[in-house]
């Protein structure tokens, strides 16, 4: 049994899931429209992960019995001034995204409920490793700075990513 505290709790983030997965959506076609096709490649990618995360978030509140609510996004930025810009942007917002999956598991912890520890328990992995990616990728765009031949070289890498969904479950949405 999930508390209406709860259920309101993971509903917020459900959306801020929603949210994310808009942003990186809008960071994907900021980045094709700088040339930057494998930066744009890597976006798309991470905008089909965030909405995994929003379908799991969905999931698990529909198997708890609860109605959930999708609430009007505030507008996305869609415009950077730089790669490097992008990615430190992807990082405070992940950082953001970690406050509040560790917020929401302190309230699973205090209210004893045990069945949203464990769920949430993913999502703490799952950030650990989107900052990490992130940190890198900001690593390497400071190493090559402005040279061209560099972003290349980081834009053909990050182009090689794939989606690939979260084992135990399809995508909640074709994959391209």
Not at 6 to 23: D, G, I, K, Q, W
Not at 127 to 137: F, K, L, T, Y
Request: glycine residues 6%.
């Amino acid at each position: 049994m999930i508390s209406k505290s709860m259920a309101a709790a993971l509903n917020n983030h459900m959306n801020f899931e929603l949210y994310s997965a808009n942003m990186y959506l809008s960071m994907s076609s900021c980045a094709n429209e700088m040339g930057l096709k494998g930066t744009a490649s890597w976006f798309m990618v991470q905008y089909q992960e965030e909405m995994t995360h929003f379908m799991k978030f969905y999931n698990y509140l529909i198997d708890q019995g609860i109605n959930i609510s999708i609430l009007a996004n505030k507008e996305i930025p869609n415009t950077y001034r730089s790669l490097l810009d992008m990615f430190e942007k992807t990082l405070a917002h992940e950082q953001v995204i970690t406050g509040c999956i560790n917020e929401l598991t302190e309230l699973a912890v205090k209210e004893k409920d045990h069945a949203s520890q464990i769920f949430l328990q993913w999502f703490i992995t799952e950030q650990i490793e989107e900052e990490n990616n992130d940190r890198d990728i900001i690593a390497k765009l400071k190493i090559v700075g402005k040279d061209g031949h560099g972003v290349l070289m980081i834009d053909s890498d990050l182009g090689q990513r794939v989606f690939v969904p979260p084992a135990g479950g399809a995508a909640p949405f074709p994959v391209a």
